[in-house]
């Protein structure tokens, strides 16, 4: 077990130590920083897929924990370790497997930049903090490494900073998760001042594991959904999503690994590492799933009217991240995080496709100025074609596996639920279809910037693309389920849930092809949903709506407490307090004016008043 344990030790900070040798060796070598980052986040991959192999493998049900002593006071014990079990391992593999293909990808689609060095100490600082997250065994060390993404999403996605909307966006990004971190934390303090359940308080998961079980019911779900903040920030669940889509600012690997291995996965992770929590309240399940499920079909219908290639993946990344916290709000860890990973895997291949496109034109990004793409980058657009069809929930590839566990689970248990979902996925199918025939299908479009030059990107980052096309494929036949949870044994496949969703999803592609398959140069759309297409292209006015809280609301309150700090605070307390010692002084000095005649009266009157007093008391 030590063996493993180093491995593990050396997976968990290998991009930690590749991230301060850019930062301190090789910020002015391009080709340095990016094989530094590359061998970082390789030698992680190596070390879980060897962990895996030799424990995990073997004996799905293993278990394998080290911690180190941290911070020890009086009442307070906390040491800094990790957990690994098959869910652990099963997403460290993610993370730094898919994570692997992003970081090779960037050596090719960031070449040009010359503040590459840079954008490779974060992408490897956003890689070891996620591992943070993933490998923690308590509470104290995820926020931490939780803040820790969240400081890597502002760096990464505010990484071009001259430009205005990309620095507004990391700001945006970095404020909205700060706000529900606030809930967060105090749901972490809330438990820890409840857990003294046979172990003293503690933060480690393994002593955690039946305190809710004994608390109040009220108090028990308060806590959990306080711990919900944190997911709500992190996954962009209503109403917290509006950062996600304008994270989009950053390069287009930063969208990639955000919106496949990294940080909005970190939520589902949460839920799923810490489900003990959640389960035992039947009203935070009930919030959690329903939260789930709108934010899963109100990012579906958004998506339909987005015209951004990045925009359309991340609504997309929203919706799909909407049925995995649905999943876990109806009692099945197990389905959302088998969507997690096979999601990571054609969410992944299509962020980078799409990343493959913008090169290719230029950085132009609005899918109307592309078609025809599909003759001049076949490989692109074939692999595009395979992350679109997973996506979709096409038999066999591995979005209708994982996606239709989640339908199961919901046709089981709740039939609003279920019918959302289906809805969903039925849009879900119909907007990705609509990307695929604008930016591919048809003949080329020479008139358009950058058709006249487009062609396919270079192996270093088509290699990834065909790496990825490959998992999303055969990820329905690799077990997922049985290395997640081997303790629980997946239900067979509910058939008539099946031929429901995949006849949606054919529905989708097909009602896409019919608009865009043989499309003009505009979009019909616009005439077809009227007023409703205003609305979609607001986003359902969030923006708006917070923007105007912000301009009226909170910054009338802040106005109104500036007065009272310089009504209360400044003159009475500083200012009063500081005349009031003024004058005091003043006063005390006409005690001390050097006279010595005054001195000797001051002395007998003294005496006087002295011997007057002791006549009263005798």
Sequence with gaps: MMIQ???????????????????????????????????????????????????FHSNPAAELQQSLPWINVDGLNINFGFLMNPLAIMMLLIVTGVGSAIFIYSRGYMDEDPSSPRFFA???????????????????????????????SYLL????????????????????????????????????????????????????????????????????????????????????HVWLIDAMEGPTPVSALIHAATMVAAGIYLLSRTFFIFEPSMTAMTIIAYTGAITSLMAAVLAVAENDIKRILAYSTLSQLGLMVMALGLGGPMQGMYHLTTHAFFKALLFLGAGSVIYAMHHEQDIWHMQGLLKKMPITGITFLIGTLALSGIFPLSGFWSKDTILSL???????????????????????????????????????????DAHESPAVMTLPLVFLAILSTIGGFIGLPHYLFPQEVPEALNMRVAMISSVLAVVGLGSAFLLYGTRTQTDPLPAKLGPLYGILKNKFYFDSIYAWYVDHIQQNIALFLEGLEKIFIDTVFIDGFTHLAREAGRGLRYLQNGLVQFYALVFILGVVLMCLLMTKIL
């Excluded at 050396?10 to 980052?37: D, G, H, M, N, Y």
């Design 157 to 240: 996605i505010g990484f071009w900073y001259a430009k205005p909307s990309a620095a507004d966006a990391g700001v945006k990004a970095f404020l909205v998760n700060r706000l529900s971190d606030f809930g967060f934390l105090t749901g972490i303090i809330l438990l820890w001042s409840v857990s003294d359940v046979g172990f003293g308080r503690s933060f480690q998961f393994t002593n955690l594991t039946g305190v809710t079980a004994h608390l109040d019911p009220a108090l028990a779900t308060t806590i959990a959904l306080l711990l919900f903040c944190g997911v709500i920030g992190k996954s962009a669940q209503v109403p917290l």
């Design 410 to 452: 919901a046709a089981e248990h709740n039939t609003l639920l279920y019918v959302i979902a289906s809805i969903a996925s039925c849009l879900t199918a119909f907007y990705m279809g609509r990307l695929f025939f604008v930016v591919f299908w048809g003949k080329p479009a020479p008139q358009r910037k950058g058709h006249h």
């Design 122 to 152: 974060y992408l490897s600082l956003f890689a070891f903090s996620m591992i943070g997250i993933v490998l923690s065994n308590n509470f104290i060390q995820l926020f931490i490494f939780w803040e820790l993404v969240g400081l890597s």
């Design 5 to 55: 344990a180093n491995l593990v030790w050396i997976a968990f900070f290998a991009p930690l130590v590749a991230c301060l040798a850019i930062t301190f060796f090789f910020l002015r070598s391009k080709a340095a920083s990016s094989l530094t980052a590359i061998a970082g986040i390789l030698i992680s991959f190596i070390c879980s897929c060897i962990v895996f192999t030799q424990i």
